[in-house]
């Protein structure tokens, strides 16, 4: 365990993850649930006044008592007790001692990359999210990092082919927008002959359905912009790990690179928090429910699906998931078929972005993932994606049927 004086209050989470023994700690938030963890932690009532809601600290500054005496709190970029409440909430999700939380889901991408040096490398999944593809072979190639995207989803190539120089191995599961299962516990298991970090991007799962470190993941990343957030209206992003040097970088990196969370995005993000689990639980059974639909519609040529037993990845879906999750991918033949699907939705609406109570519909060649084009990340260009949303399971099946009977 690093020193924790330089750092705000609160921020090391012991009291919400077993010992090493095994045994839960003498905490009470330490044998909570999911949904009372995401309520409750980090988010005790306010101490002067008793406020329910964690208040949002809208302030840059905070007054010291004495020369070098303060709070906790000095200046708001290196800390804010809002920050602090979500950072400590999300953390108690992702069973991790530590969390830190950034402006952009790329932001906290960022910040982790930068533990990287010159002539390191970087395994990526061949299927990754587009901004992360941009992020390594844009910017981290300029100072001297490599990269290679593999397909991290056969556990027999899992290691054989990684260049000696890896050190970090990038995960995404499912992936985006391929809903490609990569076996976490595996990649764990290559990567620790090579000595290189598993992070894994747990944006599509949410902490509600998978927990990446307990399946041996050194770091998990998540774009709380989407489910974690979860109504479409603030940007952020979210790191967890065990290892305290990782959580050391990352709070230098918080503090002195400075893409930090605004009080009142980390305050939208905590009230999206809550509502985690009772939103996941929807969006699982909607998107059941719509792939129910596409699977028996004559214009679907094929379904992409973790949930489905024909998928590729349902093993490992099984074993490390609780449920499946909103992303549904189909593939529909062509582009132009994929066009028109697309436009003739009314209740899913043409947008980037996922993971929001509002169902979404969009074409990954096209808009998410543009700037892969051309490289091995490339997607299909009849794939169209769905964020299955909240709203009424049998309004979005109807909506869905007239659009793809517009094309059969
Ligand atoms: C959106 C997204 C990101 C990037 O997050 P931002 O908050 O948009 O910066 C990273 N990974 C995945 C899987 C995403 O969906």
Redesign the pocket.
């Known amino acids: 365990m690093t020193d924790p004086t330089d750092r705000p209050i609160d921020r090391v989470h012991d009291d919400v993850v077993p010992d090493d023994d095994g045994v839960a700690e003498d905490e009470p938030s330490s044998s909570w649930g999911f949904a009372t963890k995401a309520i409750h932690v980090g988010q005790d009532p306010e101490a002067v006044t008793g406020a329910i809601t964690v208040p949002v600290f809208q302030t840059s500054t905070f007054a010291q008592s004495a020369v070098g005496k303060h709070s906790g709190y000095e200046y708001a970029r290196t800390g804010n007790p809002t920050r602090t409440a979500l950072e400590n909430a999300l953390a108690s999700l992702e069973r991790a001692h530590f969390g830190v939380s950034f402006a952009?889901?790329?932001?906290a991408?960022d910040a982790i990359l930068r533990i990287l040096e010159p002539g390191d490398h970087v395994v990526l999944g061949n299927d990754a999210?587009g901004?992360?593809f941009r992020l390594i072979s844009k910017i981290f190639t300029r100072s001297g990092i490599s990269w290679s995207a593999h397909d991290l989803s056969d556990p027999d190539r899992l290691g054989t082919d990684w260049p000696a120089a890896t050190k970090m191995v990038w995960v995404?599961t499912p992936t985006?927008p391929l809903l490609t299962v990569v076996d976490i516990e595996a990649v764990a298991v290559a990567a620790q002959s090579s000595a290189a970090r598993v992070v894994v991007?747990n944006?599509?799962a949410t902490p509600y359905l998978q927990n990446p470190l307990d399946l041996g993941a050194d770091i998990v990343v998540h774009?709380?912009?989407?489910y974690v957030g979860g109504h479409s209206d603030v940007?952020?992003?979210f790191v967890a790990t065990n290892d305290a040097d990782v959580d050391e970088h990352l709070t230098f990196i918080q503090n002195a690179v400075g893409a930090v969370p605004a009080p009142w995005d980390c305050y939208l993000t905590l009230r999206g928090v809550k509502t985690l689990a009772l939103r996941m639980d929807r969006h699982n059974a909607n998107a059941a429910a719509i792939v129910d639909l596409l699977q028996n519609h004559e214009a679907v040529t094929s379904v992409l699906y973790p949930g489905l037993p024909g998928h590729r990845g349902h093993a490992a879906a099984r074993k490390q998931m609780r449920g499946y999750g909103g992303m549904v991918s189909f593939r529909v033949g062509s582009q132009d078929r994929a066009n028109r699907v697309i436009e003739a939705t009314r209740v899913f609406t043409l947008a980037e972005?996922?993971g929001a109570v509002e169902s979404l519909i969009e074409h990954p060649g096209v808009m998410t993932h543009a700037s892969a084009a051309g490289s091995p990340l490339e997607v299909p260009d009849d794939l169209v994606r769905l964020s299955v949303g909240i709203e009424e399971e049998d309004d979005l099946v109807a909506d869905l049927r007239q659009a793809l009977d517009s094309i059969a």
Not at 104 to 107: D, E, M, N
């Open positions: 952009s889901g790329l932001a991408e999210y901004g992360t995404e985006n991007d944006t599509f774009s709380t912009t989407k940007v952020g992003g972005s996922l």
